[in-house]
């Protein structure tokens, strides 16, 4: 709000002299346009005018003067000692703000949205362009600060505004399944959740997918240090046994990798190795010929025996979801990609990843390869080019970052390229800062950076100093009266740099009984907005159903750990020394029942004169 300061006298009769010489001028000029003669100002004349419409030119010309001193003397009174020169720009009254956003959302607008044609996506009284929103969106606030009314609201227009859209959601507390879930237009992913439709594995049809998946499902992406030789080596078996299934045509299920898992750690790995050759590099003891006199195989070393702990420890997921394949035949698949390109599920409006805090690890690994194919169908041929009146694909996706690192850096990628296939990405976080946790500030800044509308609700202290320092300052003009005795004697002017923001203008939004306050920010205008509370739905369901197989996840699949073969793993099993290409690994590393190697004996030598790949 900028401060009034208090005018003189001469500078109001000033302001009304100019104002009534500049209404005389443009009415002198329409006259004389006009060819009509001009008349007297003083209204005792204008009665002795000959004619009824000189008199009526007269009339009006001195109507014109008056307003024109009358808005002179008003513009000189008002006053503000705070002028705008260049920046962004705060409107603190949403009265004031709505109408500015308005026209900049409109100037935006194509002539069939602006003409109510296309539908638009109203928020706080403002109804936003197609292109704005086609380069993303992004939705900042505390829990209880009004996110998900904004989010539930903007849900609502999407799938009843006649538009032809259709939604992904990601459900971190069960609000939306609630609100939205039904079975007869509606997914949920997400097994452990018995409504859950399960993902069809037909979706990893490439061997890049191969490869992101079994990243994603061992942790490999996001582990650092040393002991990432061990996940790597995870993810190449893993994938290598995708891989293998891709590679001979076979239609294969969750249930059909989780066994190939469960077998013994040589014929897993002989299996991995006919996807992914590195399989032979990681685990060489599979490969191993047997000792030409004694006929026995060499075991695995320490290192490779940390390799295979890690596949086991990694493979739980896949166990529960062979599980719920196994105990749940029936269940609809689903698959994203045939969803997206149309080759099936037309009936299905919204999908549905109703993530759950109990099995955070797991709805990481499946939901970011779930999004790693959206990414990858939206970003191929298989998808045309789209304009932003066209019926697309949202992404409403909050609490972000609880997706991890995989599922942050591929809804990057969407809001890269997907948004020329009609894919509209909405991120909404508790605070910035938590995306820089995930991904590392120089991943985070270029996705925070590319939003075009970002919506503020309350936030922390630490968080609105944050993007009061982001968004800057402005350049104004300060307006001050300089005095002499008491005595008004003129003004002064001085540039200065103001901050846009304080952290208050953040912190002090409120949740009201009318509605949520929230900052709406687009290119270099914010305005405060208020968003009216949406209807309760009239029926909701249950926002979780546990299902028992994933929580069980019980036999035929048996223990997750593969199998490593007692009987041809020789004392001191196998153990060699690690060579200097390979990486480091943990030394530290104490595996249970791993014996003492056994005292030289030479008729367990190998023959040198015989060509063998027995090992030490």
């Known amino acids: 709000m900028n401060l009034k300061i208090k005018p003189h006298i001469i500078e109001i009769l000033i302001g009304a002299v100019l104002g009534a010489g500049a209404s005389l001028a443009c009415a002198s000029v329409l006259l004389v346009l006009t060819h009509t003669p001009l008349p007297s100002l003083w209204p005792v004349t204008i009665k002795s005018l000959p004619s009824a419409w000189q008199r009526l030119v007269g009339g009006l010309l001195d109507g014109a003067v008056l307003a024109g001193a009358i808005l002179g003397g008003w513009y000189a009174a008002h006053q503000t000692e705070i002028q705008h020169v260049r920046g962004t720009r705060f409107y603190r009254d949403p009265d004031e703000a709505v109408p500015v956003l308005q026209a900049a959302e409109t100037s935006r607008m194509s002539e069939a949205q602006r003409v109510g044609k296309i539908p638009s996506l109203v928020l706080g009284g403002i109804a936003f362009s197609r292109k704005r929103l086609t380069a993303g969106a992004l939705f900042v606030g505390l829990p209880g600060s009004g996110k998900t009314v904004c989010l539930s609201a903007a849900i609502h227009q999407i799938l009843h505004g006649g538009g032809g859209d ?31 439709a399960l993902w069809s594995p037909d979706d ?125 035949p029936d269940a609809p698949q689903f698959s994203m990609r045939k969803w997206l390109t149309g080759e099936a599920h037309q009936e299905v409006r919204t999908v549905i990843l109703n993530n759950n805090a109990a099995f955070s690890s797991a709805a990481e690994a499946i939901f970011g390869a779930i999004l790693r194919v959206l990414v990858a169908t939206t970003n191929s041929a298989l998808m045309r080019e789209k304009s932003a009146d066209d019926a697309g694909l949202w992404l409403i996706i909050d609490e972000a970052p609880q997706l991890g690192l995989a599922a942050l850096e591929h809804l990057q990628r969407a809001a890269e390229v997907a948004r020329s296939r009609g894919v509209r990405t909405v991120l909404a976080a508790q605070d910035e800062s938590q995306f820089a946790a995930r991904m590392g500030f120089e991943k985070a800044a270029p996705l925070l950076a590319m939003q075009s509308l970002r919506v503020y609700a309350q936030m922390s202290a630490a968080g609105a100093e944050s993007v009061c320092k982001r968004v800057g300052d402005r350049d104004v003009k300060r307006l001050e009266t300089t005095g002499s005795g008491g005595a008004l004697q003129g003004k002064t002017s001085r540039a200065e740099r103001l901050p846009v923001l304080v952290s208050s203008d953040l912190t002090e939004l409120r949740a009201g009984p009318d509605g949520v306050e929230l900052l709406v920010a687009i290119d270099d205008l914010i305005g405060k907005v208020l968003q009216p509370y949406a209807p309760r739905p009239e029926h909701t369901v249950a926002p979780f159903v546990e299902c028992e197989y994933w929580r069980r996840a019980e036999p035929p699949l048996g223990t997750a750990a593969p199998a490593l073969d007692p009987d041809n793993d020789p004392p001191g099993g196998g153990g060699r020394s690690q060579s200097l290409d390979e990486p480091l690994f943990d030394a530290d590393i104490d595996l249970p029942g791993l014996p003492e190697p056994a005292a030289e004996d030479d008729d367990l030598a190998p023959d040198l004169g015989v060509e063998s790949e027995w090992r030490e």
């Open 204 to 328: 990893i049809d490439s061997p890049a997918l191969a490869s992101e998946f079994a990243d994603a499902i061992t942790g490999a992406s996001e582990m650092q240090g040393n002991n990432k030789y061990f996940y790597d080596g995870a993810s190449a078996i893993v994938g290598g046994l995708i891989k293998s299934y891709l590679l001979e045509g076979a239609q294969w299920r969750w249930i059909d990798l989780a066994r190939a898992l469960q077998g013994d750690a040589r014929s897993m790995a002989q299996q991995a190795e006919r996807g992914d050759a590195r399989v032979r590099q990681i685990l060489p003891f599979a490969f191993a010929r047997p000792h030409p006199k004694t006929g026995a195989l060499p075991g695995p070393s320490q290192g490779e025996r940390g390799v295979i702990s890690t596949v086991g420890t990694c493979s739980r997921m896949l166990l529960q979801l062979a599980a719920v394949d196994h105990g749940r």
């Open 166 to 196: 259709r939604v992904l959601v990601h459900d971190p507390k069960g609000d939306y399944t609630a609100q939205l879930f039904d079975p007869a237009t509606c997914v949920l992913l997400g097994p452990w959740d018995a409504r859950a």
